[in-house]
């Protein structure tokens, strides 16, 4: 079996939370297959497009060269299984989906982005003095 990881950041042992994670879940998966890893913020940048890795919202929007981009990078074939990594990316999940790929959405995190989101709608001066941002 051959997984094909989609990552919004490069997986490293070191890096940030979410770099270790995807690190973490890349070598977990790699005891079951082959496993290929598609970095998003890489097909942005080669498209000259900033990375998505901004303040997170709950879904990104893609360009659509782009979702046909990282598509076409990952190449999924028969039995191959997509995951993609965090609700942020969940458009190239639908994507794979419609394509007849099998996909798991792995969710992490989702809650803390939601809470942001809702702290903001009830009390966005106060929110942001609390979360800088």
């Known amino acids: 079996m051959r997984f094909i990881h989609v990552v919004p950041e490069r997986p490293l042992a070191n890096g940030s939370g979410a770099q270790l994670r995807a690190y973490a879940l890349g070598r977990a998966l790699s005891a079951l297959g082959e496993v290929v890893t598609v970095v998003v913020n890489e097909v942005f940048a080669a ?9 997170s919202f709950i879904e990104a929007e893609f360009p659509v060269q782009v979702l046909n981009d990282i598509v076409s990078s990952a190449s999924p074939v028969s039995g191959d299984v997509v995951v993609v990594e965090g609700v942020y990316l969940s458009a190239l999940a639908y994507r794979f989906a419609a394509a007849g790929v099998p996909v798991i959405l792995d969710a992490h ?16 001066v106060l929110a942001r003095l609390q979360r800088h941002g």
Do not use: C
Not at 47 to 55: D, E, K, N, T, W
Not at 113 to 119: G, K, M, V
């Open 47 to 55: 498209a000259g497009l900033r990375p998505v890795r901004a303040p």
């Open 109 to 124: 995190n989702v809650e803390s982005d939601l809470l942001r989101q809702t702290d903001l709608a009830r009390h966005a």
